[in-house]
């Protein structure tokens, strides 16, 4: 990933949340090189959308989403859900087996994403807005552990 591209998913970000930690959490994922996958849509020769997945410990090929943001012009339009979409069937395309995400259970229920999924995580905000997608059939069921997340999330780096 170019510097350049960095500073525009770095705006996206900032944009969307309007606070600098989500602002620079991706660099910190991409630089400690943790990301698996970025995805991002445009909109001419603008970057919009901004989606990062990266690996897990804890749990056999699971990922994190996020941050994932829109500008805030482009939010309602859909694209985050296809952003969001394009991303998972890469993922899968790629063998991961769950992806994990915190966020609006309303928003991430209608792409997939279930509370009950996550509920063997143990980590520190576990709860409703924890959620978890299956890219495999049953890949999470009866498992529960520990998720350790990239050190840029809080946790631990995964390298």
């Known amino acids: 990933m170019q510097?350049?591209?960095?500073?525009?998913?770095?705006?996206?970000?900032?944009?969307?949340?309007?606070?600098?930690?989500?602002?620079?959490?991706?660099?910190?994922?991409?630089?400690?090189?943790?990301?698996?996958?970025?995805?991002?849509?445009?909109?001419?020769?603008y970057l919009v959308a901004h989606a990062l997945f990266s690996a897990l410990r804890g749990a056999d090929g699971a990922l994190a989403l996020g941050p994932v943001a829109v500008v805030p012009d482009q939010q309602g339009s859909g694209i985050g859900s296809h952003l969001i979409r394009y991303g998972?069937?890469?993922?899968?395309?790629?063998g991961w087996r769950s992806v994990f995400v915190l966020g609006d259970?309303?928003?991430?229920?209608?792409?997939?994403?279930?509370?009950?999924?996550?509920?063997g995580a143990a980590v520190?905000?576990?709860?409703?807005?924890?959620?978890?997608?299956?890219?495999?059939?049953?890949?999470?069921?009866g498992w529960s552990g520990i998720l350790r997340y990239p050190s840029a999330f809080g946790g631990e780096d995964i390298i």
């Open 105 to 119: 259970p309303a928003f991430y229920g209608r792409l997939g994403f279930e509370a009950r999924l996550a509920r």
């Open 3 to 45: 510097d350049g591209e960095l500073a525009a998913i770095e705006t996206i970000h900032a944009s969307a949340f309007g606070r600098d930690e989500e602002a620079r959490l991706p660099q910190a994922i991409i630089n400690d090189g943790h990301e698996i996958l970025s995805v991002v849509a445009a909109k001419g020769d």
């Open 88 to 94: 998972l069937d890469r993922a899968r395309e790629a």
């Open 124 to 141: 520190p905000w576990a709860g409703p807005h924890f959620q978890a997608l299956e890219l495999v059939p049953q890949a999470l069921d």
